[in-house]
């Protein structure tokens, strides 16, 4: 299986830049997701990042390096409408199904 | 709207109830899964299919849990004789089995909220 750490919470202000930062532990790693998810809504597919590298969308970055079992999402120009959870998922090659297996998530709140 | 949706959004019931969930997938996908997530949490694997085939189940997923796909369309999840831990917000999910990266990115439903009382 997979552990996977990320911080609780996390604030920042409008127009600034957030990183977020997860790392997993698992043999099996075959990628990694990072969804959004507002309070009491369904998790939004944001970045799949499966080779080392960074991976541009926008105002969203989604960073990995699988040797150092690390990911991080980076989030420019805030707005108040990113203030939502972010949660990192790693996707497991041992279960041919993908599943995927979540963090906690890391609650952004962004300030005016 | 073509994303994945279930079906119902809210359901308050009573301890002992059965209740039951419907989900229907983004159209061209052969792949359902359901997750649950409770508060300050992630979202916790139950089950997946791959067409009608019920592929793999988490131990998460008791003997009061039964899920479906007869048609390899939509899906329904079970639960029986209800308990007050099974209140939780019920996420199920879809991908399709192309080649490439993109293949293998899971879209999540808007979710059915259980409540038990």
Redesign the interface.
């Known amino acids: 299986g997979q552990n ?1 750490d990320q911080p609780t919470e996390m604030t920042a202000t409008e127009g600034a830049i957030v990183q977020i930062n997860c790392t997993y532990q698992t043999s099996g790693f075959n ?1 990694l ?1 990072w ?1 959004q998810q507002h309070a009491g ?5 944001l970045s ?1 990042n ?1 080779l080392d590298g960074l991976e541009e969308k926008g105002r969203f970055s989604s960073f990995l390096s699988r040797s150092k079992g690390y990911s991080y999402l980076l989030l420019k120009e805030l707005q108040m409408k990113d203030s939502a959870s972010y ?1 990192c ?1 790693g ?1 497991d090659r041992g ?11 890391t609650q952004l709140t962004v300030w005016p | 709207d073509t994303g994945v949706s279930q079906d119902p959004r809210h359901k308050i019931t009573k301890r002992g109830q059965n209740v039951t969930f419907r989900c229907d997938p983004i159209s061209e996908h052969n ?1 359902l ?1 359901w ?1 649950r997530q409770t508060l ?6 139950l089950t ?1 299919f ?1 067409n009608e085939a019920q ?2 189940k988490s131990r998460l997923l008791s003997d009061r849990f039964s899920a479906e796909r007869p048609k390899g369309s939509f899906s329904t999840l079970e639960i029986q004789r209800t308990e007050q831990g099974d209140s939780a917000m019920y ?1 199920c999910a879809s ?1 399709s089995q192309n080649s490439g ?2 293949g ?8 059915s909220w259980l409540t038990v009382v």
């Open positions: 996977i990628g997701f969804y809504e369904a998790p939004t597919f799949y499966v949660l998922a996707f279960s041919t199904l993908g599943r995927l297996y979540f963090g906690r998530g | 792949r899964y997750y300050g949490q992630g979202p916790e694997f997946y791959q592929l793999e996420l991908s990266r993109t293998n990115t899971i879209y999540f439903g808007e979710g």
